[in-house]
Nanobody, 123 residues
């Protein structure tokens, strides 16, 4: 069982930066893949970034490549999403998730979800 709590969201102007954190409970966190997803009002949940449990693979959605960086600290059982050059279209509730599935980019491969943190980017 893994419990996830996101933090770090807020209101930022376009071009600004935010760093999201995903604090996990449970010593087995290091054995889980971790993903970041987002959902804007009226839209489906969208993959943002995913990191394999070994840390060897990290993938990003095309829309955030070069702007967002995902990392994790298994010792602190925390994952991070550094978001730079934010755009109004990045506005959404951001969720972190943990799972053991094969596909980092599919929300169906994740078993545990946080409650989400709101990111709002003003133009």
């Amino acid at each position: 069982q893994v419990q996830l709590v996101e933090s770090g969201g807020g209101l930022v102007q376009a071009g600004g930066s935010l760093r999201l954190s995903c604090a996990a409970s449970g010593r087995t966190f290091s054995r889980y893949n971790v993903g970041w997803f987002r959902q804007a009002p009226g839209k489906e949940r969208q993959f943002v970034a995913g990191n394999s449990w070994s840390g060897g693979t990290t993938i990003y959605a095309d829309s955030v490549k070069g702007r967002f960086t995902m990392s994790r600290d298994n010792a602190k059982i925390t994952a991070y999403l550094q978001m730079n050059s934010l755009k109004p279209e990045d506005t959404a509730v951001y969720y972190c998730a943990a799972g053991v599935g094969l596909s980092l980019g599919s929300h169906r491969e994740y078993d545990y979800w946080g409650q989400g943190t709101q990111v709002t980017v003003s133009s």
